[in-house]
């Protein structure tokens, strides 16, 4: 029996990179959706940038690679199409409007929620569009709907 196994935390793996597709595919509809390592993803091309996260919203399990991309405060975001939630696609803070409600005058301020979508990094070699899963030990509200009963795409095997 190797000790060593027995002092890691379960929850964290140690994924490879997989393929899911080529660039030139992912820049003419500016994303795409796969199946890493049994986890679904949604990987969009923005404005020159990749980005990956898990493909089923934090909130409810809403289809992010149906939602439209928007910048709010500055930050490119998806919108869930289900109920509108905003979140990052750099960093998968959840952003939410606020006001005071003691000031009358207030103009509304874009606040954090906070990381509730997990977010996977994304590379390119030679033409093809890799996507490795986060390895980050801390929980994601999105983690609920990314496994299990939510899948929606199957995957081949």
């Known amino acids: 029996m190797d000790l060593d196994d027995t002092e890691q935390d379960p929850e ?3 994924y490879s990179s997989v393929c899911v597709g080529r660039e030139d595919d992912i820049k003419k ?3 795409m959706t796969a199946v890493v390592h049994d986890r679904e993803v949604v990987i969009f091309y923005h404005k020159g940038e990749y980005h990956a996260m898990d493909i089923r919203c934090y909130h409810s399990g809403g289809p992010l690679h149906l939602g439209e991309i928007e910048d709010f405060d500055g930050r490119p975001c998806i919108v869930c199409p289900w ?5 990052t696609l750099a960093t998968g803070e959840g952003l939410y409007q606020s006001i005071n409600p003691k ?3 207030a103009k509304p301020e874009w606040c954090s929620k906070g990381i509730k979508q997990r977010i996977h990094k994304v590379t390119v070699d030679n033409g093809n569009i890799y996507v490795t899963l986060s390895k980050e030990p801390f929980k994601c509200d999105s983690d609920f709907y990314a496994t299990g009963d939510f899948k929606v795409i199957k995957s081949s095997s």
């Open 12 to 14: 964290i793996k140690e």
């Open 29 to 31: 509809s500016e994303r």
């Open 83 to 87: 109920h509108k939630y905003k979140i």
């Open 103 to 105: 000031d009358p005058s």
